[in-house]
């Protein structure tokens, strides 16, 4: 997307932990929007675009690591499962599972999920790997109109790579947005969005 002329761009940088048994319970990282937001003030933000990006401190470059969990060799058919979740909202939910690209006020959602079987106890394991972006990281052309700040959840599961579990990992985020004048119409508008479908 290009950037407009009155557009911004916002970065942040929020972190997790993630247990020795490779896990995330949901967790809430918050954008401060304050500069642009303000409802008696009739100030807004249209979010245009959110991307985000892993990081594995632990990880020679910093890079998420391709592998989830590691390889188990011991067991013919062992298998395993690793997931992650990470999503943008206004309205912070108490689990997890009710993310939705559908749920109320949620921007964006992107999962990474990977299961490993071991096919030979000796020499290899079958890995399937699959990463989705749900909704569309542009959110153009008018974006999503916010007038609080935007709030990121994450939750994992089964981490289990040595750069991975037992660590303090990273989610770096960037917003493409523009100021805006709030109306009647645009609050109006915004509440409901907000309702269940």
């Known amino acids: 997307m290009a950037k407009g002329t ?3 761009i916002l ?4 972190q997790f932990d993630v247990t020795t048994l490779g896990v995330t319970d949901l967790v809430y990282g ?10 008696p003030e009739n100030k807004g933000l249209a979010i245009k675009e959110i991307r985000f990006q892993l990081r594995s401190p632990a990880s020679p470059l910093g890079n ?15 298998q395993s499962s690793q997931a992650v979740k990470v ?4 309205t912070a939910y108490e689990d997890i599972k009710d993310v939705g690209i559908a749920s109320p006020n949620v921007l964006c959602v992107m999962t990474m999920n990977q299961v490993i079987i071991t096919d ?3 020499t290899y394991a079958v890995l399937s790997r699959r990463d989705d972006w ?6 153009h052309p008018e974006g999503y109109d916010v007038v609080t700040d935007l709030l990121v959840g994450i ?3 089964g981490l289990r790579s040595n750069v991975l579990e037992d660590q303090t990992l990273e989610i770096d985020v960037m917003l493409i947005a523009e100021p805006k004048k709030i109306t009647t119409k645009d609050l109006t508008q915004m509440l409901t969005q907000a309702q269940d479908l």
């Open 120 to 122: 030979n106890g000796t």
């Open 6 to 8: 009155n557009d911004v």
């Open 155 to 157: 939750g994992c599961s």
């Open 87 to 90: 999503f943008a909202t206004t």
């Open 11 to 14: 970065r942040d940088r929020l």
């Open 30 to 39: 918050r954008i401060d929007l304050s500069d642009y937001v303000s409802i």
């Open 134 to 139: 749900y909704g569309t990281p542009d959110l």
């Open 64 to 78: 998420f690591p391709a592998n989830l969990g590691d390889f188990d060799m011991t067991n013919v058919g062992n």
